[in-house]
């Protein structure tokens, strides 16, 4: 093996134990937040993302583990990170979401389609915000800074 596929291999292994890290610590599952929301009166906060985006991971590194986002995330809001491309069926608000493929190895999860969808097209990252009567409130989608994040959730709090 040369020093160079070393050099890969380590990355890829450190790259994906971060990634892991990431989903155990703001992956509760969908119906957590449902629940959280109706019960608690609180707004859900999607982050739509796709193992294969470099965005998603920059965003996730520099934008949702940041201590400010974690804490408005974990104090106000039912916050989850969801898999675009995931295959698992997804029970919400009386319906179950599933797996569209468009390829032989592609697709779509319908709730992407659903929640992350901006002027009918699909880009990650998305962030999306939403009440208890799946009302969008908020949605955009592409790299958002800390900063930027902190001040749209502020919006939300502070009202």
Not at 15 to 29: C, D, H, K
Request: include cysteine.
């Amino acid at each position: 093996m040369t020093e160079l596929s070393r050099i890969f291999l380590a990355g890829a292994v450190w790259f994906i134990g971060i990634n892991a890290s990431l989903a155990q610590e703001l992956n509760p599952s969908l119906q957590a937040v449902e629940q959280c929301i109706q019960k608690e009166d609180k707004l859900a906060v999607v982050y739509f993302y796709t193992e294969w985006c470099s965005v998603c991971h920059a965003m996730q590194q520099r934008t949702l583990l940041n201590t400010q986002v974690q804490v408005l995330l974990e104090d106000y809001f039912a916050f989850v990170a969801f898999d675009a491309e995931s295959r698992e069926p997804v029970p919400y608000s009386g319906r179950v979401f599933r797996y569209q493929p468009s390829g032989p190895i592609s697709g779509i999860h319908e709730l992407a389609l659903e929640l992350a969808s901006v002027d009918g097209k699909i880009n990650y990252p998305t962030i999306t915000i939403f009440n208890s009567e799946n009302e969008i409130l908020f949605q955009q989608n592409g790299f958002m800074g800390a900063d930027a994040l902190v001040a749209v959730l502020r919006q939300f709090v502070d009202n």
